[in-house]
């Protein structure tokens, strides 16, 4: 069976959503495999809605538009509402905890993780980090690329100008895998 898996990202504006589908997108490219990613905003870039779809496959991605994806990051509770009655059954969820309550998870459909990124990526020193924090969740979830290419791709996705950043933001992708793989579905 050839490998697969689609992902809707979703949170608030300036969450970081587009960022970690641009990241996982570049991610799976430099691993060969074929992508698609499209970044859907809502009425206002920082505060609105904002979500993005990434299609990662070994073959061919005959449409970019997935309407019942495989898996799903929920940033927030309008995310997780809006979205997790169209995962697949026996899904990925990846649930930030730290702003919607576990207890409404699809548990008995899906494979839900309660990750409390925003705490993890406070105790990192940056609240902005929660968004690396998810997605290194997801990269353990799902084994869709290796931890360390996503590591690898930060410098894509992140300009020269805030390099320096680069260190923290792969801590942070470490944080995340790290919880999920101990911590487990909920």
Not at 58 to 87: C, H, T, W, Y
Not at 110 to 116: C, F
């Amino acid at each position: 069976m050839s490998k697969y898996v689609d992902v809707i990202i979703a949170g608030f504006g300036g969450q970081g959503v587009m960022l970690i589908g641009n990241l996982l997108a570049y991610a799976a490219m430099e691993q060969g495999l074929n992508v698609t990613y499209i970044p859907v905003y809502g009425p206002e870039m920082r505060g609105g809605t904002a979500n993005c779809t990434v299609v990662i496959g070994e073959e061919e991605i005959g449409s970019p538009i997935i309407f019942n994806p495989l898996s799903l990051i929920a940033m927030n509770r309008p995310s997780l509402d809006k979205f997790q009655p169209r995962v697949q059954d026996n899904g990925v969820l990846i649930l930030n905890s730290s702003l919607v309550e576990p207890s409404l998870a699809e548990k008995n459909r899906l494979k839900a993780y309660a990750i409390p990124v925003n705490e993890l990526a406070d105790k990192l020193g940056n609240l902005r980090l929660a968004n690396m924090v998810a997605l290194g969740a997801y990269v353990q979830a799902t084994g869709i690329v290796p931890l360390q290419a996503v590591k690898n791709a930060l410098p894509n996705v992140i300009s020269s100008h805030y390099a320096h950043l680069i260190p923290d933001n792969a801590k942070a992708l470490q944080t995340g895998y790290d919880y999920a793989q101990n911590q487990g579905t909920v």
